[in-house]
Protein backbone atom coordinates (compact mmCIF):
# COMPACT_ATOMS: atom_id res chain seq x y z
CA UNK A 1 0.00 0.00 0.00
CA UNK A 2 1.01 3.63 -0.98
CA UNK A 3 1.76 5.82 1.55
CA UNK A 4 3.94 8.82 0.17
CA UNK A 5 2.48 10.41 -2.79
CA UNK A 6 4.92 12.95 -4.78
CA UNK A 7 3.65 15.69 -6.94
CA UNK A 8 4.21 16.72 -9.62
CA UNK A 9 3.94 13.43 -11.29
CA UNK A 10 6.48 14.59 -14.33
CA UNK A 11 7.86 17.88 -14.42
CA UNK A 12 10.56 19.29 -16.80
CA UNK A 13 12.89 22.47 -16.45
CA UNK A 14 16.00 23.85 -18.29
CA UNK A 15 19.23 23.19 -16.54
CA UNK A 16 20.45 25.96 -14.05
CA UNK A 17 16.68 26.27 -12.98
CA UNK A 18 15.40 24.69 -9.52
CA UNK A 19 13.39 21.40 -9.34
CA UNK A 20 11.10 21.26 -6.45
CA UNK A 21 8.96 17.79 -5.45
CA UNK A 22 6.53 17.72 -2.75
CA UNK A 23 5.65 14.20 -0.56
CA UNK A 24 2.53 13.84 1.36
CA UNK A 25 1.95 11.31 3.43
CA UNK A 26 -1.22 10.07 5.60
CA UNK A 27 -0.09 8.32 9.06
CA UNK A 28 2.35 9.58 12.15
CA UNK A 29 6.12 8.47 11.08
CA UNK A 30 9.07 8.02 12.25
CA UNK A 31 11.27 9.21 9.27
CA UNK A 32 10.99 10.01 6.09
CA UNK A 33 13.64 9.59 2.88
CA UNK A 34 14.25 10.35 -0.47
CA UNK A 35 15.85 8.51 -3.46
CA UNK A 36 16.62 8.90 -6.89
CA UNK A 37 16.43 6.10 -9.57
CA UNK A 38 17.81 6.65 -13.00
CA UNK A 39 16.84 5.13 -15.74
CA UNK A 40 17.24 1.50 -15.80
CA UNK A 41 19.49 1.50 -12.02
CA UNK A 42 18.82 0.87 -8.14
CA UNK A 43 17.78 3.35 -6.25
CA UNK A 44 20.02 6.03 -4.03
CA UNK A 45 19.89 7.17 -0.94
CA UNK A 46 19.42 11.55 -1.00
CA UNK A 47 18.62 12.20 2.36
CA UNK A 48 17.20 11.24 5.76
CA UNK A 49 15.38 13.61 7.86
CA UNK A 50 13.32 12.59 10.85
CA UNK A 51 9.95 13.46 12.55
CA UNK A 52 11.63 15.96 15.01
CA UNK A 53 13.32 17.65 12.19
CA UNK A 54 12.36 20.44 10.08
CA UNK A 55 14.92 21.11 7.24
CA UNK A 56 18.05 19.21 6.49
CA UNK A 57 20.81 20.45 3.65
CA UNK A 58 22.85 17.96 1.81
CA UNK A 59 24.99 19.91 -1.55
CA UNK A 60 22.30 21.25 -4.02
CA UNK A 61 19.70 19.15 -1.98
CA UNK A 62 17.57 20.96 0.73
CA UNK A 63 14.44 18.60 2.47
CA UNK A 64 11.58 20.28 4.53
CA UNK A 65 9.42 18.20 6.56
CA UNK A 66 5.71 19.32 7.85
CA UNK A 67 4.50 16.78 10.13
CA UNK A 68 1.44 18.97 11.09
CA UNK A 69 0.58 19.05 7.18
CA UNK A 70 1.96 15.71 6.49
CA UNK A 71 4.05 17.14 3.87
CA UNK A 72 8.00 17.25 2.62
CA UNK A 73 9.70 18.42 -0.25
CA UNK A 74 13.03 17.86 -1.96
CA UNK A 75 14.32 21.03 -3.62
CA UNK A 76 17.31 20.86 -6.40
CA UNK A 77 18.98 23.98 -6.61
CA UNK A 78 20.95 24.70 -9.97
CA UNK A 79 20.03 21.96 -11.75
CA UNK A 80 21.93 19.87 -13.69
CA UNK A 81 21.24 17.43 -17.15
CA UNK A 82 22.72 14.50 -14.94
CA UNK A 83 20.33 15.09 -12.48
CA UNK A 84 17.17 14.02 -14.76
CA UNK A 85 15.97 10.47 -12.80
CA UNK A 86 13.01 9.72 -10.88
CA UNK A 87 12.61 11.02 -7.23
CA UNK A 88 10.81 8.78 -4.85
CA UNK A 89 9.79 9.69 -0.79
CA UNK A 90 9.15 6.47 1.48
CA UNK A 91 8.35 6.78 5.31
CA UNK A 92 9.29 4.89 8.02
CA UNK A 93 7.61 3.64 10.68
CA UNK A 94 9.50 1.26 13.29
CA UNK A 95 7.48 1.18 16.30
CA UNK A 96 8.02 -2.42 17.45
CA UNK A 97 8.42 -4.86 15.28
CA UNK A 98 6.92 -3.26 12.24
CA UNK A 99 9.90 -1.80 10.48
CA UNK A 100 9.15 -1.08 7.04
CA UNK A 101 9.37 2.05 4.74
CA UNK A 102 6.40 2.91 2.56
CA UNK A 103 7.30 4.33 -1.06
CA UNK A 104 5.38 7.03 -3.44
CA UNK A 105 5.18 6.32 -6.62
CA UNK A 106 8.02 8.73 -7.95
CA UNK A 107 8.25 12.10 -9.84
CA UNK A 108 10.36 12.34 -13.07
CA UNK A 109 12.67 14.95 -13.37
CA UNK A 110 13.69 15.52 -16.99
CA UNK A 111 16.57 18.62 -16.97
CA UNK A 112 17.08 20.11 -20.37
CA UNK A 113 19.99 21.09 -21.53
CA UNK B 1 33.26 -1.57 -0.55
CA UNK B 2 30.78 -3.71 -3.29
CA UNK B 3 27.67 -2.70 -1.70
CA UNK B 4 24.49 -4.80 -2.79
CA UNK B 5 25.55 -7.21 -4.99
CA UNK B 6 22.89 -8.68 -7.11
CA UNK B 7 22.67 -11.48 -9.99
CA UNK B 8 21.51 -12.34 -12.76
CA UNK B 9 21.03 -8.67 -13.95
CA UNK B 10 18.51 -10.04 -16.70
CA UNK B 11 16.91 -13.73 -16.68
CA UNK B 12 14.36 -15.02 -19.27
CA UNK B 13 11.87 -17.53 -17.57
CA UNK B 14 9.51 -20.15 -18.51
CA UNK B 15 6.13 -20.46 -16.82
CA UNK B 16 6.71 -23.39 -14.27
CA UNK B 17 10.08 -22.53 -13.72
CA UNK B 18 11.89 -21.79 -10.71
CA UNK B 19 14.83 -19.74 -9.68
CA UNK B 20 16.80 -17.64 -7.48
CA UNK B 21 17.69 -14.14 -7.24
CA UNK B 22 21.26 -13.86 -5.27
CA UNK B 23 21.87 -10.94 -3.17
CA UNK B 24 24.96 -10.13 -1.19
CA UNK B 25 26.17 -7.45 1.06
CA UNK B 26 29.00 -6.81 2.41
CA UNK B 27 28.47 -3.62 4.56
CA UNK B 28 27.41 -6.14 7.62
CA UNK B 29 24.25 -4.69 7.51
CA UNK B 30 21.36 -6.31 10.14
CA UNK B 31 18.16 -5.61 7.62
CA UNK B 32 17.95 -6.66 3.94
CA UNK B 33 14.68 -6.91 2.01
CA UNK B 34 13.73 -7.39 -1.40
CA UNK B 35 11.09 -5.27 -3.66
CA UNK B 36 9.68 -5.43 -7.12
CA UNK B 37 9.11 -2.76 -9.16
CA UNK B 38 6.57 -2.48 -11.64
CA UNK B 39 5.15 0.50 -13.56
CA UNK B 40 2.85 2.60 -12.18
CA UNK B 41 3.01 0.25 -8.65
CA UNK B 42 6.10 1.56 -7.58
CA UNK B 43 7.92 -0.55 -4.83
CA UNK B 44 6.30 -3.13 -3.22
CA UNK B 45 7.66 -4.98 -0.56
CA UNK B 46 7.82 -8.95 -1.25
CA UNK B 47 10.37 -10.44 2.18
CA UNK B 48 12.68 -8.82 4.22
CA UNK B 49 15.02 -10.34 6.91
CA UNK B 50 15.90 -8.28 10.59
CA UNK B 51 19.00 -10.90 11.02
CA UNK B 52 20.53 -13.81 10.15
CA UNK B 53 17.91 -16.85 10.45
CA UNK B 54 14.94 -14.38 10.72
CA UNK B 55 12.72 -13.52 7.80
CA UNK B 56 8.92 -12.09 7.33
CA UNK B 57 6.57 -11.11 4.85
CA UNK B 58 5.64 -8.15 2.84
CA UNK B 59 3.27 -6.59 0.77
CA UNK B 60 3.54 -9.50 -1.46
CA UNK B 61 4.84 -12.57 -0.80
CA UNK B 62 2.90 -15.15 -2.37
CA UNK B 63 4.86 -17.25 -4.83
CA UNK B 64 8.07 -16.30 -3.09
CA UNK B 65 10.50 -17.86 -0.41
CA UNK B 66 13.39 -17.01 1.51
CA UNK B 67 15.99 -17.66 3.66
CA UNK B 68 18.96 -16.47 5.42
CA UNK B 69 21.67 -18.37 6.70
CA UNK B 70 24.00 -15.33 6.95
CA UNK B 71 24.05 -11.97 7.09
CA UNK B 72 25.56 -11.33 4.12
CA UNK B 73 23.43 -13.23 1.92
CA UNK B 74 19.70 -13.12 1.18
CA UNK B 75 18.65 -15.09 -1.74
CA UNK B 76 14.13 -14.98 -3.34
CA UNK B 77 13.11 -18.09 -4.63
CA UNK B 78 10.91 -18.15 -7.21
CA UNK B 79 9.20 -21.29 -6.48
CA UNK B 80 7.32 -21.57 -9.75
CA UNK B 81 7.44 -19.10 -11.96
CA UNK B 82 4.35 -17.31 -13.50
CA UNK B 83 3.74 -14.35 -16.09
CA UNK B 84 2.73 -11.82 -13.31
CA UNK B 85 6.44 -11.98 -11.80
CA UNK B 86 7.81 -10.38 -14.20
CA UNK B 87 9.55 -7.26 -12.95
CA UNK B 88 12.32 -5.85 -11.84
CA UNK B 89 13.60 -7.06 -8.89
CA UNK B 90 15.67 -5.04 -6.10
CA UNK B 91 17.31 -6.05 -2.92
CA UNK B 92 17.92 -3.38 -0.14
CA UNK B 93 19.96 -3.44 3.15
CA UNK B 94 20.28 -0.84 6.27
CA UNK B 95 22.46 -1.41 9.14
CA UNK B 96 18.65 -1.84 10.93
CA UNK B 97 15.97 -1.62 8.87
CA UNK B 98 14.30 1.70 8.16
CA UNK B 99 15.97 3.93 10.79
CA UNK B 100 18.80 4.31 7.92
CA UNK B 101 18.81 4.98 4.56
CA UNK B 102 18.79 1.90 1.94
CA UNK B 103 21.50 0.75 -0.15
CA UNK B 104 20.09 -1.04 -3.23
CA UNK B 105 21.12 -3.75 -5.55
CA UNK B 106 21.61 -2.57 -9.33
CA UNK B 107 18.19 -5.27 -9.63
CA UNK B 108 17.19 -8.02 -11.57
CA UNK B 109 15.06 -7.46 -14.84
CA UNK B 110 12.69 -10.94 -14.95
CA UNK B 111 10.53 -11.68 -17.90
CA UNK B 112 8.25 -14.72 -17.60
CA UNK B 113 7.06 -16.15 -20.47
Known amino acids: SQQGEEDPQALSIQEGENATMNCSYK?????LQWYRQNSGRGLVHLILIRSNEREKHSGRLRVTLDTSKKSSSLLITASRAADTASYFCATAQYAGNNRKLIWGLGTSLAVNP | NAGVTQTPKFQVLKTGQSMTLQCAQD?????MSWYRQDPGMGLRLIHY???????DQGEVPNGYNVSRSTTEDFPLRLLSAAPSQTSVYFCASSPSGPRYGYTFGSGTRLTVV
Open chain 2, 49 to 55: SVGAGIT
Open chain 2, 27 to 31: MNHEY
Open chain 1, 27 to 31: TSINN
